[in-house]
């Protein structure tokens, strides 16, 4: 597809299929402990996380919080500080970043938790 139609499918998606896109890798260990044949699982508030790319890379933290519409996810503890002294949190596509534990919850019933 061209990028310019691609970019439109993303922006013009419903919202069940723009949670779809929030998935995060999930690293050889964590896999095999969760007896998944999956590659990547869809985030939760609560999870844990490490940055892979960025400024940030290499830090680890719990998700506090994820945007369905913008396709991000904020972590507890990396903020930015604006002109004015306001911290606000800073947001991370789900790709640029790689499960270390997941919570437990009903729809990941018969995953263990990697910690």
């Given amino acids: 597809m061209k990028r310019r139609k691609e970019r439109r499918k993303i922006y013009t998606e419903k919202l069940h299929e723009k949670r779809a896109r929030l998935r995060v890798h999930l690293p050889k260990e964590l896999r095999e402990s969760a007896k998944m044949g999956r590659r990547s699982v869809l985030i ?9 790319r960025g400024k940030h890379k290499g830090k680890s933290a719990k998700v506090q919080k994820v945007s369905h519409t913008k396709g991000k996810v904020y972590l507890e503890g990396i903020t930015l500080r604006n002109a004015r002294g306001v911290e606000s949190l800073v947001p991370f596509p789900p790709s640029n970043l790689k499960m270390v534990s997941m919570k437990e919850s009903a729809h990941r019933k018969g995953m263990v938790r990697g910690e």
């Fill in 44 to 52: 939760n508030k609560g999870d844990t996380v490490e940055v892979m």
